[in-house]
């Protein structure tokens, strides 16, 4: 079982940018699929972006195409989400998930930080 702590998390207004980041101490993610989910309010877990262990992005939604990125640092054993043009519909809590292979349902996940876009 991998530990996933998530970070960066904030409230922020349309149109801002956002990075989250995530890690797993004492544990290697680097032969991991790394990818990000997220939970808006009375809705179901989605997938956003997955970066294989190989450093090959699959999206996982049409929402973000062109305004979210995903990369990863096998060094600093992190992946990161950068969010930029952030809409009110981006709102929820972010998740960070792990992975032989990215897929839209993942076996291990973060505990999750919330983004809330709000003016």
């Known amino acids: 079982q991998v530990r996933l702590v998530e970070s960066g998390g904030d409230l922020v207004q349309p149109g801002s940018s956002l990075r989250l980041s995530c890690t797993a101490p004492?544990?290697?993610?680097?032969?991991?699929?790394l990818a990000w989910f997220r939970q808006a309010p009375g809705k179901e877990r989605e997938g956003v972006l997955c970066?294989?262990?190989?450093?090959?992005?699959?999206s996982l939604s049409d929402s973000v195409k062109g305004r979210f990125t995903i990369s990863r640092d096998n060094v600093k054993n992190t992946v990161s989400l950068q969010m930029n043009s952030l809409k009110p519909e981006d709102t929820a809590v972010y998740y960070c998930?792990?992975?032989?292979?990215?897929?839209?349902?993942?076996?291990?996940y973060g505990k999750g930080t919330l983004v809330t876009v709000s003016s």
């Open positions: 998930a792990a992975d032989l292979l990215c897929d839209h349902r993942m076996n291990n």
């Open positions: 970066i294989s262990s190989r450093g090959q992005i699959t």
């Open positions: 004492g544990f290697t993610l680097e032969h991991y699929a």
